[in-house]
């Protein structure tokens, strides 16, 4: 019950915070982020919000990294937060992942839209898009989300736009989710 208020929470403060469209087709990465347990490469336009502007805007405590387009689209911005969750034991990614998936079809109006494999660090996840009203008095969005574990820790990234996005139109975020990663970036790139 704790992760679905958790969930609710998150997909809350994006729904306020972050629809639009992105028209750019190809995307590149601009800014690689590292904060010691995430990485992510964000494309031209995006910045990383700080904890005082996500406290400032009310994000749950569980949010550990949150980036955000410099280009506001539809009078909002889009915007990737990350969270974290403690696990009380080691969890394969793939399973995390779907435990992901069941706890947001939870959600008021949850229609499952797609499901893309990926990988993450050589372990594969999935790329979750689906629709869900996150609370009675708010509309139906649409969501992109990946989940993954490390150790015993639970990280979820999610972007949120109106239900009527298209997937070109979301690119930058689906950039950001699909190059997401646990591994320090200049370690990476000394390989």
């Not at 972050?18 to 028209?23: F, H, K, N």
């Not at 502007?53 to 915007?79: N, R, Y």
């Not at 869900?132 to 008095?137: C, F, N, T």
Request: glycine letters at 6%; aromatic letters at 8%; charged letters at 20%.
């Amino acid at each position: 019950m704790m992760r679905l208020r958790s969930v609710a929470l998150v997909l809350g403060f994006l729904a306020l915070s972050a629809c639009g469209t992105s028209t750019t087709t190809t995307v590149t990465c601009d800014q690689q982020f590292w904060n010691g347990s995430v990485s992510a490469c964000l494309p031209k336009g995006w910045k990383v919000l700080s904890r005082d502007q996500l406290m400032t805007l009310g994000v749950p405590e569980e949010t550990v990294a949150a980036f955000q387009s410099d280009t506001p689209h539809a009078g909002q911005l889009d915007t990737v937060t990350v969270t974290k969750e403690p696990l009380s034991q080691e969890m394969a990614t793939p399973d995390y992942s779907q435990s992901n998936i069941l706890a947001v079809s939870a959600l008021p109006d949850y229609k499952l839209i797609d499901k893309v494999v990926v990988t993450i660090d050589g372990k594969e996840s999935a790329i979750h898009v689906f629709s869900a009203r996150p609370s009675p008095d708010q509309p139906i969005r649409r969501y992109y989300q990946l989940s993954a574990s490390i150790d015993r820790s639970g990280y979820t990234f999610t972007g949120s736009f109106p239900l009527s996005i298209q997937d070109s139109e979301a690119s930058e975020v689906l950039f950001i989710l699909k190059n997401a990663s646990f591994v320090d970036p200049t370690t990476k790139a000394g390989k």
